[in-house]
Each structure stands twice: as structure tokens, then as C-alpha cells.
């Protein structure tokens, strides 16, 4: 009883509008996947192109009236949404409109366009966690540890921000700030403290590390703010020196040579 309209948007996507009375009902649902299930496996199936034998697949957003919104903008929007999801989990499977995920991503979205604008306005700051010698428990070095905050007094922690920091980009600029404001910090508490020897650790994404200027980036900062390179410790985790060749293995080189 129902009708199926299909449409192609671009080269390679299609929408199929599936016109049923029985639209959001448990009934609609299930036709709702009924039918991406067919076409998922109308895809799956090979093809026969002279001697070659193609196998291809598709990856389905599926969303119901009312999902995203009430109009068919929305509706559009929230299939195209769920198409994404998809694709992010892994392609060849079919995805379902998720209200909860919708506002975590619009949520991300927002974060992500602020956060140029809040590095400018000062908005990050840092924590240092001490790092002891259990010897003698004598504080030997800190690490720094950004965070965000905002100004009506929320913080936003870092496993929150950095993820969308490494997706936009905004990940070079920001640490490179962190770098600084570390190594101008340690430099203050040398000076209030003669004699005393203290090496900072700073977090070093793989983006930061791929970037060409990194090396520069730091002998510039161990320039311009005094700190020695040999009580400067960058800190990489293991996932993101696995399979580092060519530039940003030089440059790892390179930022050892100095020290």
C-alpha cells in the first residue's frame, strides 16, 4: 500500500522516498528498513563486466517523518545526516536516525565553530599535573594540560575539545600556543625559584607533528621565551608514531637533535 519515489541527488547518492499512511508507526519503521535492506542487497550483488567480476556496495541514512524536524527540509537533512553515520561506521550497512547522536554532533558542530574565536579571546588555559621522583618525592618536572574555559565558568575538559581540534585543524595553532605558554610559565618559576631544576612535558598531537613548520615552531618558542630545549620534553602516544615515516619522522629527528 505504500509507493517508493527514488530520486538521484549527485553522482553517486539517491534518495528514496517511501509514501506511507503508517509513517513513524512501528508498521512504518519496519518498511522504512525493509526497503534499504533491499537495496543494500540489490547492490551486493556482482556484477559482470566482461571478464571482470565488480563487487560494489552502498551505504544507507535512513529517517522518519518527524526525524531532525517537522518539515521535509528536515527530513532531507536528517536522512543526509544518517547517510554520514553510515559511511563513519563503516560503509556497506544501513544507519538509523538517532535523536540522541543528531544533538551530539550539532552539539560538536557549535564547539567546533567557537573555538577559533575562544582561542583569540584567551579562553584556554592551562593545568600543570606535578610529576614526581619517587626516590626522593621531590617534584622534578610538570605537565601541561589544557583545558577550556568558558566564560559563563564551565570548563570543557580536553577529551571533549581535542578530538574536534585534530578534525578542524585547529589543533596546530592551539598547541603551538600550548607549547609557548608552557615554556613561558617554566621560565617565571626558574626565576622565583634559583637553582631549582624542572623539566615541562607538553602533549604533542599527530597532526602538530606532521605539520612542516613544527621544528621551527619550537626553536622559535625555546627562543623567543628562554626555556632550554634540554628541560623540554614533548609527549606523543604510541598510536601516533606507529607507521610515522618520511617528513614527520625527520622532524622527530630533528626535535631530538636539539636536545
Same mark, same amino acid.
Given at each position: 500500500? &505504500?509507493?517508493?519515489?527514488?530520486?538521484?541527488?549527485?553522482?553517486?547518492?539517491?534518495?528514496?522516498?517511501?509514501?506511507?499512511?503508517?509513517?513513524?508507526?512501528?508498521?512504518?519503521?519496519?518498511?522504512?528498513?525493509?526497503? &534499504?535492506?533491499?537495496?543494500?542487497?540489490?547492490?551486493?550483488?556482482?556484477?559482470?563486466?566482461?571478464?571482470?567480476?565488480? @563487487?560494489?556496495? #552502498?551505504? @544507507?541514512?535512513?529517517?522518519?517523518?518527524?526525524?531532525?524536524?517537522?518539515?521535509?527540509?528536515?527530513?532531507?537533512?536528517?536522512? /543526509?545526516?544518517?547517510?554520514?553515520?553510515?559511511?563513519?561506521?563503516?560503509?556497506?550497512?544501513?544507519?538509523?536516525?538517532?535523536?540522541?547522536?543528531?544533538?551530539? #554532533?550539532?552539539?560538536?558542530?557549535?564547539?567546533?565553530?567557537?573555538?577559533? #574565536?575562544?582561542?583569540? $579571546?584567551?579562553?584556554?588555559? =592551562?593545568?600543570?599535573?606535578?610529576?614526581?621522583?619517587?626516590?626522593?618525592?621531590?617534584?622534578?618536572?610538570?605537565?601541561?594540560?589544557?583545558?577550556?574555559?568558558?566564560?559563563?565558568? /564551565?570548563?570543557?575538559?580536553?577529551? @571533549?575539545?581535542?578530538? @574536534?581540534?585534530?578534525?578542524?585543524?585547529?589543533?596546530?595553532? =592551539?598547541?603551538?600556543?600550548?607549547?609557548?605558554?608552557?615554556?613561558?610559565? $617554566?621560565?617565571?618559576?626558574?626565576? /622565583?625559584?634559583?637553582?631549582?631544576?624542572?623539566?615541562?612535558?607538553?602533549?604533542?598531537?599527530?597532526?602538530?607533528?606532521?605539520?612542516?613548520?613544527?621544528?621551527?615552531?619550537?626553536?622559535?618558542?625555546? $627562543?623567543?621565551?628562554?626555556?632550554?630545549?634540554? #628541560?623540554?620534553?614533548?609527549?606523543?602516544?604510541?598510536?601516533?608514531?606507529?607507521?610515522?615515516?618520511?617528513?614527520?619522522?625527520?622532524?622527530?629527528? $630533528?626535535?631530538?637533535?636539539?636536545?
Amino acid at each position: 500500500g &505504500a509507493g517508493h519515489l527514488v530520486a538521484r541527488l549527485s553522482g553517486d547518492e539517491f534518495v528514496v522516498l517511501v509514501d506511507s499512511g503508517r509513517a513513524g508507526s512501528a508498521d512504518g519503521s519496519a518498511e522504512l528498513l525493509r526497503v &534499504a535492506e533491499q537495496a543494500l542487497d540489490a547492490l551486493r550483488r556482482p556484477v559482470l563486466v566482461g571478464p571482470h567480476r565488480i @563487487v560494489v556496495s #552502498a551505504s @544507507v541514512g535512513v529517517a522518519a517523518q518527524g526525524d531532525g524536524g517537522s518539515g521535509s527540509a528536515e527530513l532531507m537533512k536528517a536522512a /543526509d545526516t544518517t547517510l554520514q553515520w553510515a559511511k563513519k561506521d563503516g560503509r556497506n550497512r544501513m544507519a538509523r536516525f538517532d535523536a540522541e547522536r543528531h544533538r551530539a #554532533a550539532v552539539a560538536r558542530f557549535e564547539l567546533s565553530a567557537r573555538m577559533p #574565536a575562544a582561542l583569540e $579571546a584567551g579562553e584556554f588555559v =592551562l593545568d600543570y599535573q606535578p610529576l614526581v621522583r619517587l626516590a626522593d618525592e621531590r617534584v622534578v618536572g610538570v605537565e601541561a594540560l589544557v583545558r577550556w574555559q568558558q566564560p559563563g565558568g /564551565d570548563r570543557v575538559g580536553p577529551d @571533549v575539545f581535542i578530538p @574536534v581540534a585534530e578534525e578542524t585543524g585547529l589543533i596546530v595553532p =592551539l598547541g603551538r600556543w600550548v607549547l609557548a605558554e608552557a615554556c613561558r610559565q $617554566a621560565v617565571r618559576w626558574r626565576a /622565583d625559584n634559583p637553582g631549582t631544576e624542572l623539566f615541562v612535558s607538553v602533549n604533542v598531537a599527530a597532526r602538530q607533528v606532521r605539520e612542516p613548520g613544527i621544528v621551527e615552531d619550537v626553536a622559535c618558542i625555546l $627562543a623567543d621565551t628562554g626555556w632550554p630545549a634540554h #628541560a623540554l620534553q614533548l609527549e606523543l602516544t604510541e598510536s601516533d608514531l606507529m607507521g610515522t615515516t618520511g617528513e614527520p619522522l625527520e622532524a622527530l629527528h $630533528a626535535l631530538a637533535a636539539m636536545g
